[in-house]
């Protein structure tokens, strides 16, 4: 009797696990981070370091990599063993590069076991760009054509770890035993365009520079992006170089000025990455830590930092005290690329165009 009782409660068990709503499903994948310290220029910002999810395409099986962008809005991947249909080219602007790519819907596999039949554009190996899954706004985007597919929510979060183990996306989900700390909006459905108001020097609360008050209506100002592609930030140049005295006084006042190389301190976009090593993570630690002021939820300021650990960013896997200054200035469009992202757990509601951040060292572990 008691084993027939048992029985009857894994059914039941087993039924409510398969009938759950598709809403409560979500798929949590792996991430690998992977970097490029011999970079230069274009090459350094978007592929000096990468976060990559393993999928599988085609009949085959076939394993690949896909850098996370979350300010790309396609499933880009280069030719696979089946080959290539080259018809419909459409123009893939890979950085300053122009790559013809073909639209081609194709069988891709992830590792949690979501089968999605999908359009995604292929580029000849002829070319090289790597591999990209963008999570941004769109028409028929990638995303959309998931959450379509498999009801999923419209909602992702990624935790950006670094070369500490744990990285991980979550697609349709978030990971809610993560304290929120933060919530502010998307002000613009394209790229994840966020309301960034100022950057203040953390310890004093001294404002070192404004972000340009961007109108998604007229579009007259450069917008500021949360770019997970992205190695450095890209900065207004007065921020730039306000950010950049500050840690330039800090070496001096801590007595290491002279163990950077030449030229580190650059904020040039097309300065390559050049490395340093610190004594230890302490040292790191006494620069300045900067804080983003947002416009959040109901008009509320949110305050989020970005600490020296991510702006000196780890370049090698063996040693993470080798760093490189991932800091740049732009008089385009601002990214706030990895050196940001990495400081939360973040999870992206794009169904209601709101960015939660939590706490990335839980997420981490």
Sequence with gaps: ??????????????????????????????????????????????EGAAYKINLFTGDNNESVFANIDTAAKDLVLQETDEGLTQNNEIIYHHGSSLIPVYPQKKEIDFVCGLDLNTDILVSSKEYSIPNVLGLSYANNSF???????????????????????????????????????????????????????????????????????????????????????STFLLLPVNIAQEMLKEIISTADKIGIINAFPYNFFNTDRGSGIKLVKFDNHNQIRQFPTFKIEFLGLNGKKEYLDIKPEYYFKTMEPKDELLRTFAIRHTQSDIVLGQPFMENYYMVFDRENGIISFGDINKACK
């Design 1 to 46: 009797m008691k084993l027939f009782l048992l029985y009857i409660v894994v059914m039941i068990s087993l039924i409510s696990c398969y009938t759950q709503s598709p809403k409560t499903t979500f798929c949590k994948n792996k991430l690998i981070y992977e970097t490029n310290s011999n970079s230069a220029g274009e090459a350094a910002i978007k």
């Design 143 to 229: 995303f959309d054509q998931l959450v379509q597919s498999y009801n999923y929510e419209n909602m992702f979060s990624l935790a950006l770890c670094g070369f500490k183990k744990g990285s991980f996306i979550i697609l349709g989900g978030y990971d809610d035993s993560i304290n929120i700390i933060s919530r502010i909006h998307i002000i613009e459905k394209s790229s994840f365009v966020v309301p960034a108001l100022k950057m203040l020097l953390a310890d004093s609360k001294r404002v070192i520079g404004e972000f340009p008050h961007y109108d998604k209506n007229t579009k007259n100002e450069p917008k500021v992006i949360l770019d997970s592609a």
